[in-house]
């Protein structure tokens, strides 16, 4: 399995903006696709975002459209997660995710966590009111 490492989580205020990073491990980090889930306290996972290998195609959960934003720096095997105008709601341990296929078809970015084998460990995001 590809090793991940979250880090970038920590404490903010709503309306703020922070950059989550996901380091791997693997030199073919760029052929994989990658995703972002995050989970609150009693709640079940839920999907963030995606991206596919190559960058081509995101994909995003409806609550964090048009303020959260996946990208992916394949020279760094790095995984971004860049979260605008955050709010209280957005509070959750965040988990970087990658498949354990290379090179599937092209623009492939899949919502469902099980689609995804290898996970870091996670990073908080708290989101004060």
């Known amino acids: 399995q590809v090793q991940l490492v979250e880090s970038g989580g920590g404490l903010v205020q709503t309306g703020d903006s922070l950059r989550l990073s996901c380091a791997a491990s693997a030199r073919t980090f760029s052929d994989y696709a990658m995703g972002w889930f995050r989970q609150a306290p009693g709640k079940e996972r839920e999907f963030v975002a995606a991206?596919?290998?190559?960058?081509?195609?995101?994909n995003y959960g409806d609550s964090v459209k048009g303020r959260f934003t996946i990208f992916r720096d394949d020279a760094k095997a790095t995984l971004y997660l860049q979260m605008n105008s955050l709010k209280p709601e957005d509070t959750a341990v965040y988990y970087c995710?990658?498949?354990?296929?290379?090179?599937?078809?092209?623009?492939?970015?899949?919502?469902?966590?099980?689609?995804?084998?290898?996970w870091g460990q996670g990073t908080q995001v708290t989101v004060s009111s």
């Open positions: 991206i596919s290998w190559g960058g081509g195609n995101r």
């Open positions: 995710a990658a498949d354990n296929i290379r090179r599937r078809t092209w623009g492939y970015a899949p919502r469902e966590s099980h689609l995804y084998e290898s």
